[in-house]
């Protein structure tokens, strides 16, 4: 009988022809899915997807890149939160931008923190 740690379908499972000629199974864990993007659901790049004990041995800047909502928000999106934050930036601060059309965009704000529109009122 199969050690029950070995029974689960969370382990991959290889026949391997050992030096003495007899078949064996060798188990080995899964690798994990891909990290998503948390707007648009595009795969990270620059994430590995390792399985978490692997993860754990790697140094930090082998598990994601340099670079703000780096393994949250991939480069587009960050690229939009930005622009996004400094286009109301730019209308609250300088009066020549005060007209300018402005639409809320909830799906990007949730990433930023939540009282940056407040401050942003007030000046």
């Not at 993860?55 to 930090?60: C, I, R, T, V």
């Not at 730019?90 to 965009?105: Q, W």
Request: glycine share 8%; aromatic share 10%; net charge positive.
């Amino acid at each position: 009988m199969v050690a029950p740690r070995y029974r689960s379908r969370s382990k991959k499972r290889r026949q391997v022809r050992i030096p003495g000629g007899k078949t064996v199974i060798r188990y080995k864990r899964k690798k994990p899915s891909r990290n998503h993007c948390g707007r648009c659901g595009k795969p990270l790049s620059g994430v590995p997807n390792y399985i978490p004990s692997e993860m754990g041995k790697l140094g930090k800047s082998k598990k994601i890149p340099e670079r703000p909502y780096a393994g949250v928000l991939c480069n587009e999106c960050v690229e939009r939160l930005f622009r996004y934050k400094t286009r109301f930036e730019v209308r609250f601060k300088y009066p020549e931008f005060k007209d300018m059309e402005l639409k809320r965009d909830l799906t990007i704000e949730r990433f930023l923190p939540a009282t940056w529109w407040n401050g942003l009122q007030k000046k």
